[in-house]
């Protein structure tokens, strides 16, 4: 599987009153570098609007280990893990400080989900390209 990396700076709008970034804007923020992923390697909401398929997360694990504040450098590094049936993979991300030191770990169980049906169907090979998993 194939490590992608996705940097942006900090803004003001992704703080919270303590001065760092606000709990739930760093999912926003691992969303962000995700539909980067998919979007560089053919698979962005175009493609999820006209197949009707799209990636759906089931579970979220974040770890907070360092504050991140404003106008920081961060890069966000991502990769899919193992398949844990037909339907369902891991997904690791995590949130690097200019330092090298990591601020967040995400964890995630994902699936692709069939938008008309409203169900999980097994990954096709073009979304396994999109998420950077190698042909089974």
Known sequence: MEEFEYQFTVLESHLDTFGHVNN?????L????????????????????KKKIGPVILEANIKFKKEVTNRELITVKSSCG???????????????KEDGSV?????????????ALRKLIE??????????????
């Open 24 to 28: 739930a804007t760093y999912l926003t």
């Open 30 to 49: 691992f969303e962000e570098a995700r539909w980067d992923i998919i979007t560089r390697r053919g698979w962005g909401l175009k493609e999820v609007m």
């Open 123 to 136: 990954p096709t090979p073009e979304w396994r390209h999109a998420i950077g998993l190698k042909e089974v």
């Open 103 to 115: 601020a967040a770990i995400l964890d995630l169980r994902v699936g692709l989900m069939d938008l």
């Open 82 to 96: 193992e398949s844990l049936n037909k339907l369902v993979m891991t997904f690791h991300q995590e949130m690097i």
